[in-house]
């Protein structure tokens, strides 16, 4: 009998999405990382004071992007692909075994107080504005820093990476990065102002 691949499978949907999900999240905080981080910005002041409100502007829109990609992977809604939903189906279906799901569990615990500091951002500033808190509140109560939020992208692909080798033995290499290339066009932009 010819294994079941995961293009067949019932969760390819949810594999596939999370994946999406957890790839674009990781693209976003390394452009805003790139942007905003006390070791690349102050080599690059002077390009980011010449188009401040294009500069302003991205590493806001790369930080909700972040955000937003962060809250749907751990959101448990029973209508979206998220998680914590995927792993009550798995479960539910007995598709993995029970260690290997108590594995699954152990990490999304992990992963859930940091998605909760997400959450309060999420849900206070960004996907709405709270008249009960102002912004600097929610900041306060989430108390979030740059490295747990790259920290709940690496435990997510962690997750999903043990998640599907013990589904269909596959892994994802998560490979994509946008930390570079935002360095590149930083030092081209330097470059362009140098030349005469």
Known sequence: ??????SS???????SELRHIVTVAGLNYE??????SDQTRPQFVDVLNRYPIYFQTAIHAHFVALLVS???????????YNIPRF?????AGAALEPSVLASLDRQYQEAKPLWVKVSILRNKVFGHHS??????????EAAVTPNELRDLVAK????LNELTQNLDRSTHAFNLGS???VVQVLEALQRAKRAP
């Open 9 to 15: 499978s019932p969760h390819e949907p949810y594999v």
């Open 156 to 159: 997510t692909k962690s997750l």
């Open 131 to 140: 008249t009960a808190h102002s912004v600097e509140d929610a900041f306060r």
């Open 31 to 36: 452009i805003w990382w790139a942007l905003k």
């Open 70 to 80: 962060l809250y749907k992977l751990y959101e448990t809604r029973t209508d979206t």
């Open 1 to 6: 009998m010819l294994k079941r691949t995961m």
């Open 87 to 91: 792993l009550k189906l798995l479960q």
């Open 179 to 181: 930390g570079g290339e």
